[in-house]
């Protein structure tokens, strides 16, 4: 399993779209995607699912990455955390 954690920083409202770009770059990874939020946890390739956190400024996550070996997780969770820095 790999896992990073990620301090939001956009000062904008977190929208569908990005979200939506997110869930796609799960799918496409064939990897579990997890967020942690306050203790409450979430399908990262279900858009609504993030939407139910409410992600704001500030606030802490942790992305867990499961998936059938370790290249495959590697390489998903490099996608996922260049996502985050460059949208959240």
Do not use: W
């Not at 997890?34 to 704001?56: H, T, V």
């Amino acid at each position: 399993m790999e896992s990073f954690k990620y301090v939001i920083n956009n000062t904008n409202n977190i929208h569908a779209r990005p979200l939506s770009e997110l869930a796609k770059i799960a799918k496409d990874s064939e990897c579990d995607v997890i967020i942690i939020k306050d203790d409450i946890s979430k399908d990262i390739k279900k858009m609504i699912g993030i939407m139910q956190l409410g992600l704001k400024v500030g606030d802490e996550v942790v992305v867990n990455i499961t998936g059938e070996n370790k290249s495959k997780e590697n390489k998903a969770k490099k996608n996922i955390l260049n996502f985050f820095k460059t949208n959240f």
